[in-house]
Antibody, heavy 118, light 107 residues
């Protein structure tokens, strides 16, 4: 059974960089697209972007200027960096796997709350 | 971006009830629609993909239908473990977008 686990700081200061890692267990990171999705408190879900196991990426245009994703196949991990954060970036951040051949998500992490505050 | 509108945003139902949730896309998405369930403190779980295909391991009380812009998720007989929030997601085009969720509560 594939499991995903998000990790990283729960508190980030405004204007700094939010950095999260997703660790994949129970399966290989190879062959799949891996997404980051977030949900601000009381609001809807927002797809941030994906990274393919090979390293290619696609980002939501709304966040593209501030987002970078990377993958470490040796550790079965992928990561998210979001720069110049503001309070609007406070959210629960989820990592998820896109199923093979279609862009719906068959496995999700539990999510991690990141608060942007000084 | 394709906007996904779910209704209702919440509903109260009793065990054994038949429940229907709708999802409307702002433009046609063929059958590129998924439904998933989210319970507090747990990872979201996939229910339906391609609008009507049941994800492996999901009980047959869940069913999906629709094509184009209008879709439904039906739970044929609600059980206690089904009280959760349900979301639709389109994957016809990027950026992927989600409905705002339907919270199913106990009456």
């Amino acid at each position: 059974q594939v499991q995903l686990q998000e990790s990283g700081p729960g508190l980030v200061k405004p204007s700094e960089t939010l950095s999260l890692i997703c660790t994949v267990s129970g399966g290989s990171i190879s062959g799949y697209y891996w997404s980051w999705i977030r949900q601000p408190p009381g609001k809807g879900l927002e797809w941030i972007g994906y990274i393919y196991y090979s390293g290619s990426t696609k980002y939501n245009p709304s966040l593209k200027s501030r987002v970078t994703m990377s993958v470490d196949r040796s550790k079965n991990q992928f990561s998210l960096n979001l720069t110049s954060v503001t309070s609007a970036d406070t959210a629960v951040y989820y990592c998820a796997r896109e199923t093979s051949g279609a862009a719906w998500h068959d496995y999700w992490g539990l999510g991690t709350l990141v608060t942007v505050s000084s | 971006d394709i906007q996904m509108t779910q209704s209702p945003s919440s509903l109260s139902a009793s065990v054994g009830d038949r429940v229907t949730i709708t999802c409307r896309a702002s433009q046609g998405i063929s059958n590129y629609l998924a439904w998933f369930q989210h319970k507090p403190g747990k990872a979201p779980t996939s229910l339906i993909y391609d609008a009507s295909s049941l994800q492996s391991g999901v009980p047959s009380k869940f069913s999906g239908s629709g094509s184009g812009t209008d879709f439904t998720l039906t739970i044929s007989s609600l059980q206690s473990e089904d009280f959760a929030t349900y979301y639709c997601q389109q994957y016809s085009s990027y950026p992927l977008t989600f409905g705002q969720g339907t919270k199913v509560e106990i009456k």
